[in-house]
């Protein structure tokens, strides 16, 4: 990856509806050349995909929140059968494995308050191989971004 992918990827995060031509000018390239790079990035999965930024209370979501998941076995078995029972629910918005005291962070959303107590009772407590739950409520996001940091002075030209 050179620095010109770097500024394409920069761009598609600020933007990833920009058309290819206002790409390609912002990034010192023309239209054909620029396409090609960035079909190129797709097919090596560095870009993974494009997505809208929603406001959450405007599609009806007043609560998120993270909930820290710790397993009662660690065995590989238990750890995939949590993972994969967790595909299905439609609440948890995203599921990162970590270290520390506990083993998974899960982000959570519902409609309001007695939504995410029906979760918690009915869908949560379900899912197998959990030792310990425990919820914190987001008050309010300060900073909430997609996009990663590039340093397109530094390229691996």
């Given amino acids: 990856m050179d620095k010109t992918d770097k500024k394409i990827l920069i761009e598609l995060q600020e933007n990833g509806r920009i058309t290819n031509a206002e790409l390609?000018?912002?990034?010192?390239?023309?239209?054909?050349?620029c396409l090609e790079r960035v079909k190129?990035?797709?097919?090596?999965?560095?870009i993974k995909g494009y997505y809208a930024k929603l406001d959450t209370e405007k599609i009806g979501i007043g609560v998120e929140t993270f909930v820290v998941v710790t397993l009662s076995r660690h065995k590989h078995d238990a750890i995939t059968e949590f993972i994969d029972a967790i595909q299905s629910v439609p609440e948890i918005i995203e599921c990162s494995y970590i270290t520390g005291r506990a083993d998974f962070i899960l982000r959570v959303t519902a409609e309001n308050m007695k939504a995410y107590e029906d979760f918690l009772l009915h869908k949560l407590s379900k899912l197998p191989g959990l030792q310990h739950v425990e919820t914190m409520m987001i008050m309010s996001n300060i900073k909430e971004t997609r996009k990663y940091p590039i340093n397109s002075d530094k390229s691996k030209d």
Avoid at 40 to 46: F, N, P, S, T, Y
Wanted: glycine share 12%; charged share 30%; hydrophobic share 35%.
């Fill in 24 to 33: 390609a000018k912002r990034v010192g390239l023309s239209p054909a050349p």
């Fill in 40 to 46: 190129k990035l797709e097919k090596q999965g560095i």
